[in-house]
């Protein structure tokens, strides 16, 4: 995964890393993965998540599921988030099996938007696409990001208790985002670059700097 993760640090820091695409798989939110690096204290401006209500939890877990898996959204999502092929997309999925995914990244190529992958290969590889395509979301990527994680996300076993407890892809995948956005930062500043970013709105000055960055950006970044 390290020459991808280079990979990926060069594509964040020449392109404007804009969009990630947070979408669940059954019950784990991904959305996690996108906010960690949105808005926080450290994160960089220019990262819009993109969050769609019928593909969360908190509108209905057990839909989300279904509608994760349907054809035909990604084109509204596309135009709604204004995605260019000025633009890096991250799309986030342990399986990479699902539809609008599947869909979502086969858009953004054919838009020439660079599409960054972050999967479980063993998981993607163990099972086949539910795209009419028949491809995977690693199969479609310009950067693959594995994520080690094992088949179906849980990895504890407990004596007495089946199947397997506690997903990792949250906290590995946060981890590696970071450090992608860390490294990307510094390729930034090598060049003389310095970009643009939040700072904690608890300490003292945080909120006068994030106001000016708001005041600036709100009208370009959907969520802001």
């Not at 890393?17 to 960690?36: A, H, T």
């Not at 969360?56 to 599921?65: K, P």
């Not at 999967?119 to 009419?132: D, I």
């Amino acid at each position: 995964m390290g020459r991808d993760v280079i990979i990926a640090c060069d594509f964040a820091s020449k392109e404007e890393v804009l969009s990630f695409l947070d979408k669940f798989q059954g019950r784990k939110p991904y959305v996690k993965i996108g906010m960690e690096l949105f808005y926080g204290a450290g994160g960089l401006l220019n990262i819009q998540p993109i969050l769609i209500d019928e593909l969360m939890l908190h509108i209905s877990a057990s839909e989300s599921t279904e509608k994760e898996r349907e054809e035909g959204l990604a084109e509204k999502i596309f135009q709604s988030y204004g995605i260019s092929s000025s633009d890096v997309i991250v799309i986030i999925s342990n399986s990479g099996r699902n539809g609008v995914v599947v869909d979502m990244a086969l858009l953004c190529k054919e838009r020439g938007v660079n599409v960054i992958a972050l999967t479980s290969l063993q998981h993607s590889l163990a099972g086949k696409s539910r795209h009419r395509c028949g491809k995977r979301l690693c199969e479609i990527a310009d950067v693959v990001l594995d994520n080690c994680g094992c088949l179906g996300d849980a990895c504890i076993e407990v004596s007495g208790v089946s199947g397997k407890i506690c997903a990792t892809s949250t906290v590995t995948g946060a981890l590696i985002l970071n450090s992608i956005v860390a490294r990307a930062v510094e390729i930034c500043a090598d060049m003389g670059f310095n970009p643009e970013h939040f700072c904690s709105a608890n300490v003292d000055g945080g909120d006068e700097i994030n106001n000016k960055l708001i005041a600036k950006y709100k009208k370009e970044i959907k969520h802001l």
